[in-house]
């Protein structure tokens, strides 16, 4: 079966850096994606993966190794703001996104 | 541009009514899709479009519907609401396939099934 693992929450303080795990196992690899999610609002964007190897873009960035079949996604500098879930996403053989349940993170003052 | 927009907001439907969930984009995205979330859960796929009058179905399909008619709207319809069916509902397009796009999502529905 598509299996993808990702921490249920985190907790980090305001200023500081954290780095989210996700682990897949799925039926071919197409890519992988990092989604942002506000409580009661949509997904949106962050990053994409397709190649091994480290993506920045500003305070985040993300990782991947797709022989060990995992990524992580970095944030830096920390703010109130980034309060959020956190969603891994894997595009499978049929180009296909398999979600994770997310990773929901708490940012202390 | 609006991106996607979905209606309603929120519904509150009986066991055995049906309704139909709204969904359209304005960005020429010829993939489309369905997904819902169930709370601690991720994203499950219910159905998907490639194109206008092309549909198949996700990986949680059973009690939904959908159809494409045009490359902007993609409504899912719920035939005989159950009490499983509670969730949020997101509709999203993109450009798919071996794109390295992303897609981009609507603000959702939330359905309550009582």
């Known amino acids: 079966g598509q299996n993808i693992d990702q921490p249920t929450e985190m907790t980090a303080t305001e200023g500081a850096i954290v780095q989210i795990n996700c682990t897949y196992q799925?039926?071919?690899?197409?890519?992988l994606f990092w989604y942002q999610q506000h409580a009661g609002e949509a997904p949106t964007f962050l990053s994409y993966n397709v190649l091994d190897g480290l993506e920045e873009k500003g305070r985040f960035s993300s990782f991947l190794s797709r022989s060990k079949g995992y990524s992580y996604l970095l944030l830096k500098e920390l703010q109130m703001k980034d309060s959020a879930s956190y969603l891994c996403?894997?595009?499978?053989?049929?180009?296909?996104?398999?979600w994770g349940a997310g990773t929901k993170l708490i940012i202390k003052p | 541009n609006a991106g996607v927009t979905q209606t309603p907001k929120f519904r509150i439907l009986k066991i055995g009514q049906s309704m139909t969930l709204q969904c359209a984009q304005d960005?020429?995205?010829?993939?489309m899709y369905w997904y819902r979330q169930d709370p601690g859960m991720g994203l499950k796929l219910i159905y998907y479009?490639?194109?206008?009058?092309?549909?198949d179905k996700g990986e949680v399909p059973n009690g939904y519907n959908v159809s494409r008619s045009t490359t902007e709207d993609f409504p899912l319809r719920l035939e005989l609401a159950a009490p499983s069916q509670t969730s949020v509902y997101f509709c999203?397009?993109?450009?798919?396939?071996?794109?390295?796009?992303?897609?981009?999502f609507g603000p959702g529905t939330r359905l309550l099934v009582l």
């Open positions: 996403a894997v595009r499978d053989s049929n180009y296909q996104l398999i």
């Open positions: 479009s490639v194109g206008a009058g092309i549909t």
């Open positions: 960005m020429n995205h010829n993939y």
């Open positions: 999203a397009s993109g450009l798919g396939g071996d794109k390295g796009e992303t897609q981009y």
């Open positions: 799925t039926s071919g690899f197409n890519g």
